[in-house]
């Protein structure tokens, strides 16, 4: 379960490569760890921090003004290469919530949305565009409820989600959470039902 993702005003870091993979996003090296909480401090490693550890300036993340930023202007093929879900926790971990780009890793797309990050697919013309506002410190205002983003004050798309997909980022609600929602009726119908046919099964032992 991520925070609930209802409104969001923020600046956001431009990050033009194409094919930022998500080796880049969470490198393997830091695969061994499991638990969510603290992924942050691995995301962009390679390029966030110097060998020695120290924050490297000129990474976007660590400008003055773009700390704490939780939006991302991407790329061509943000999030390709291998399954990681460590990648999208990572993001989620240092408060991105939105990426935007021509297109992502499809795998990586899946897992974002699955996790309270949203992904959002614009033409390469719009994020080149969104790019530039962002590097000039323009405001992302991304309304979940109305589902719009706005940049510097003008409309710049509607979302289009599918209402569950709308619910769960709304509620901050996992892949489970969403299920549990949905479909906990039904679930309570079938325990009952298999339990009233095959009685055996639940006998004490």
Do not use: Y
Not at 17 to 35: E, G, S
Not at 61 to 82: H, K, M, P
Not at 152 to 159: I, Q, Y
Request: net charge negative.
């Amino acid at each position: 379960m991520s925070a609930p993702l209802i409104h969001l005003n923020s600046r956001a870091v431009h990050l033009p490569d194409t094919n930022i993979d998500t080796d880049i996003i969470f490198p393997a090296r830091f695969l061994l760890r499991t638990d969510r909480e603290g992924l942050g401090d691995c995301a962009f490693a390679d390029r966030r921090f110097t060998q020695d550890g120290a924050e490297n300036p000129e990474f976007p993340l660590n400008r003055d003004g773009w700390r704490g930023a939780q939006v991302i202007v991407g790329g061509a093929g943000f999030g390709c290469g291998s399954s990681r879900e460590h990648a999208v926790w990572a993001l989620v971990d240092i408060g991105i919530r939105l990426v935007i780009a021509p297109d992502f890793g499809e795998i990586f797309a899946g897992n974002a949305v699955k996790n309270g990050l949203l992904v959002l697919r614009l033409p390469p013309e719009t994020c080149a565009g969104l790019g530039q506002q962002a590097e000039a410190g323009e405001t992302f205002t991304l309304d979940m409820r109305a589902q719009t983003l706005h940049v510097g004050g003008r409309l710049v798309c509607g979302l289009d989600l599918a209402r569950e997909a709308q619910e769960a980022f709304l509620n901050g609600w996992d892949e489970l959470d969403v299920i549990l929602n949905r479909d906990m009726d039904s679930i309570r119908d079938f325990e009952t039902g298999h339990r009233a046919r095959q009685p055996w099964l639940f006998a004490a032992s």
